[in-house]
C-alpha cells in the first residue's frame, strides 16, 4: 500500500505528540489517495497489534482515545485479547484526524452497533482514557 511510502511533508524533524512519547511525522498531511484526515472510512479489521492500535483494511490506526498497558505485560496482553475479540474480522467506521504516530494514523473507531471501541474498552477498566 502506496500511503507508507511518502515523504513527511514539511520537516524530517519528529514532534512529540500531547499526552505521550508517540512521534508525529510532518505536519499530518494526508496523502493522496488514502486521506488520512475527512469524512469517516469504513473497513474490515485485518489485524490488532494490541489494546490501542489495529489495522482496518491494512491500514494501521491508533485509537486517540487509549491508553492501554504495554503489550509485553499481563495488562497489555488482557487488553489486545479483548480488543480481538471486540473487533476481529469486524466491520468499523474510523475516523482519522490526519495527524500519525510512528506508522500509524490517529483516530477513533466505532462498532456497526455504534459502540466507540475505545469507550468499550475503557469502560470495562481495560485502558484508560489517553489524554
Known amino acids: 500500500m502506496a500511503y507508507l511510502t511518502d515523504a513527511p511533508s514539511q ?6 505528540l500531547r499526552g505521550g512519547n508517540a512521534m508525529q ?3 499530518g498531511q494526508a496523502i493522496a489517495g488514502r486521506s488520512g484526515a475527512g469524512g469517516p472510512s469504513y473497513g474490515h479489521v485485518t489485524h490488532v497489534r494490541d489494546g490501542d492500535t489495529i489495522e482496518v483494511d491494512g491500514r494501521p490506526i491508533r485509537i486517540a ?3 492501554c498497558a504495554e503489550s509485553g505485560t499481563m495488562a ?12 476481529s ?12 504516530s510512528y506508522d500509524r494514523w490517529i ?6 452497533s455504534g459502540r466507540d471501541i475505545a469507550s468499550v474498552m475503557i469502560a ?8
Open 65 to 67: 482515545a487509549l491508553d
Open 124 to 131: 470495562e477498566g481495560l485502558c484508560r482514557r489517553w489524554r
Open 89 to 100: 474480522g469486524g466491520r468499523l467506521k474510523c475516523s482519522l484526524t490526519g495527524e500519525r
Open 25 to 27: 511525522w510532518g505536519g
Open 11 to 16: 520537516s524530517n524533524q519528529p514532534r512529540a
Open 76 to 87: 497489555g496482553k488482557a487488553a489486545t485479547r479483548r480488543m480481538r475479540a471486540l473487533v
Open 107 to 112: 483516530g477513533s473507531c466505532r462498532l456497526t
